[in-house]
């Protein structure tokens, strides 16, 4: 797995699961109240809102405040919330998607202007990096659902274009537009996925050193920190030796 999914395992294992965990509840309540807005609030009529559900109970996230976010969409008080992109360039050339989703365009991008530059990066124009990147839904499932074949069998069936299994679980990959579809099939299949989402996937990626490695975990881990950023991608990757002795 490329970058990100790595630096975010080196972040849970540095023991700051409390104040991630309450970061994340906070994130995923409000692509509830997002989602709902966009439709009905009801999950079974409303495909957005039925994602960002699920994806929340994957993350064992309390019915109450699943329901209070679906509520909020619905209140005369609601906030409205705009789903900006910013793409840059982090140390060593390696290429950063920020997905955010704001009520002040001016203090995120301030803020994410601002953490690339610290790090010895630069924000770039929309499309700078994206081109670099398949815009891709990712279905994932828990390792115990099955073997690889019968994962891949599942998949190929769906209409899934790639399947990456390891020790840790499943992750399927579709084109974007057949995300609804491909994991509704894999539902019948294999049960509930652990999560379905829209990813950013890198093309290729690129190989970075320690040094560089630990700067861009500290830029991921500061974008990732800031309440307006709902995800963050890029295209690096580090040897197994240096993933070894950073999350020491």
Known sequence: MAGHSQFKNIMHRKGKQDGIRSKMFSKLAREITVAAKTGLPDPAMNAALRLAVQNAKAQSMPKDNIERAIKKASGADA??????RYEGYGPGGVAVIVETLTDNRNRTASSVRSTFSKAGGALGETGSVSFSFDHVGEITYKASVGDADTVMEAAIEAGAEDVVSDEDGHTIYC???DMNEVSKAL???????ESVKAVWRPQNTIPVDEEKAQSLMKLIDTLEDDDD??????????????MAKLSA
């Open 79 to 84: 906030e409205t919330y705009d789903a900006i």
């Open 175 to 177: 084109a974007f537009e």
């Open 187 to 193: 539902e019948a299949a294999l049960g509930e996925a």
């Open 229 to 242: 950023v709902q995800n963050v991608y890029s295209n690096f990757e580090v040897s197994d030796e240096v």
